[in-house]
Nanobody
């Protein structure tokens, strides 16, 4: 089985920072692209940032310049450093990974973390 477990969420004041972590575990051969999504109350889940296995990154316009996605392939971790947080960043944040479970797997599969709450409030 493959599991993604997130941590690092919490309550922070506007302008503050948080670092989210997501650890992949289980039967994993290769982790391809990884991403962070978020979903605020009453809103659709949106893509926040992506990172390829080679480290290329993309960001939603709303977080560009404030958030940084990174990964440690050896440790099978993906991070989201969030700086200059705003109340509108409040959401449940989910990590996402495309994983090939073995060299014999026919294709990659998409996995999701359980989500971690980030609340930005004064």
């Amino acid at each position: 089985q493959v599991h993604l477990v997130e941590s690092g969420g919490g309550l922070v004041q506007p302008g503050g920072s948080l670092r989210l972590s997501c650890a992949a575990s289980g039967s994993i051969f290769t982790i391809n692209d990884m991403a962070w999504y978020r979903q605020a109350p009453g809103k659709q889940r949106e893509l926040v940032a992506t990172i390829t296995s080679g480290g290329s990154t993309k960001y939603a316009d709303s977080v560009k310049g404030r958030f940084t996605i990174s990964r440690d392939n050896a440790k099978k971790l993906v991070y989201l450093q969030m700086n200059s947080l705003k109340p509108e960043d409040t959401a449940v944040y989910y990590c996402n990974a495309a994983i090939q479970r073995s060299i014999w797997a026919s294709s990659e599969s998409i996995y999701w973390g359980q989500g971690t709450q980030v609340t930005v409030s004064s």
